[in-house]
């Protein structure tokens, strides 16, 4: 869909003009399982995203139009107005969010869609809170700062999503800059860019369409075992505040006080910093062989020591090693999703190919395959 077709959409149900807004999905470079233990992440903007045709109506009510779900919602912006349609309340949260900052939210008349794939990883609930929280910050003037708005979509997943995020996705849907992508340090909110615009190679997503069911149990046990491992570090070393900020020496120093599984998520956790910072290095010399192979170590550390992959994922990552692919790993919190991959564009066409008929032939099914290109953050679309 075209932003004249939402607009036209928009038209034809509300009567007046609207105005255009996007923001989009993320994808992670390197980084993973480390924002919750104050490390470093490296995510980018991507071109999918949610659009939305946005009017203040002059009310206190908020009328929104989902055309990927075929559902209509209205409702208030107090406390006590909370919508019954799930896809509403994300809209109905950042409203509330910003209320709670103090300042006057509006009532308002909206159409949206979004070509972020669902379920794929790619963080289209963090794309839609980005977008409306931009839209109504802009549209309002209110002067709001993009830490703040990013922090408006994470409380909104807390508060009125039941989704107990990190800041990552908000961040990158808010401050995506076309070619870069971001070093996000997790504890203290610093961040820089770094240009990503690898010539002569290609970044494409194999989803592989499963979903395991162990994945919030999983999540939380090992969070308790890096919590734990952490602990005992701080004891030796009280300058330790996350198991980020620590090292391996640290680590083996507290082996034997610790379970085997415990020692094992924190070597990961540990050695996935120092993967994201040698990534930096490399991206500033142009070293994508050096960027793949911290990939490749990553889906590793994923597979055998924090144990969050799955076959499929692990049979992805497999055949793009056969096919001389630069890079790939698991990427999100895993037991299912996407592989990123990062391809050579003379290798693209057969890796595809031989991904989707050998994983077809083992699991029934071919992964689906999305190509990303890094891209601008939360904007009006100027048309």
């Known amino acids: 869909m075209t932003t004249e077709e939402l607009k036209s959409i928009f038209k034809q149900r509300f009567g007046n003009e609207g105005v255009v807004y996007t923001s989009p999905g993320r994808v992670n470079l390197i980084g993973e399982h480390t924002d919750y233990n104050g490390g470093f992440v490296f995510p980018g903007a991507i071109d999918k995203g949610i659009y939305a045709c946005i009017r203040l109506n002059g009310t206190d009510k908020v009328r929104a139009y989902s055309i990927d779900y075929n559902g209509y919602s209205k409702f208030g912006i107090k406390e006590d107005d909370k919508p019954n349609e799930a896809w509403a309340r994300y809209i109905f949260g950042v409203c509330r969010e910003i209320q709670k900052r103090g ?12 070509n972020v794939p669902l379920g794929a990883g790619m963080s289209s ?37 039941g989704v107990k995020c990190g800041i990552m996705d908000q961040f990158a849907s808010i401050f995506g800059k076309a070619g870069h992508l971001m070093r996000l340090n997790c504890a203290t909110m610093e961040f820089e ?25 999983a999540y939380n046990k090992r969070r308790e075992s890096c919590e734990n491992a952490c602990a005992h570090i701080a004891a030796k070393h009280p300058e330790v505040k996350y198991l980020s900020d620590a090292t391996m020496k640290m680590l083996d120093e507290v082996k034997n006080e610790i379970s085997a599984e415990d020692y094992m998520r924190a070597k990961y956790v540990i050695g996935e910093k120092q993967r994201v910072l040698d990534v930096c290095d490399a991206l500033g010399k142009g070293d994508y062989e050096t960027v793949g192979d911290r990939m ?3 889906h590793y550390g994923m597979s055998k020591l924090y144990e969050v992959s799955c076959e499929e994922l692990d049979y992805l990552n497999h055949i793009a090693k056969e096919c001389g692919v630069t ?18 564009e003379e290798l693209y066409d057969r890796f595809i190919a031989t991904a ?28």
């Open 125 to 161: 609930s963090a794309a839609l809170e980005s977008t409306f929280a931009f839209a109504l910050n802009d549209l309002l003037n209110l002067g709001i700062d993009k830490f703040e708005l990013a922090r408006i979509g994470q409380s909104t997943e807390h508060n009125y999503c």
């Open 356 to 383: 989707k008929e050998k994983f077809a032939a083992k699991f029934g099914h071919e992964p689906k395959v999305y190509d990303v290109v890094i891209s601008d953050g939360a904007r009006r679309v100027i048309s």
């Open 103 to 114: 300042y006057k939210v509006q009532g308002f008349d909206a159409v949206f869609f979004g």
């Open 327 to 344: 890079g790939s790993r698991v990427m999100g919190g895993g037991f299912g999703g996407c592989t990123i991959n990062l391809v050579k």
């Open 193 to 217: 860019y770094f240009p990503f615009n690898p010539k002569g190679y290609k970044v494409v997503l194999l989803d592989t369409v499963v979903k395991h069911e162990l994945a919030s149990s």
């Open 296 to 298: 490749y170590g990553t």
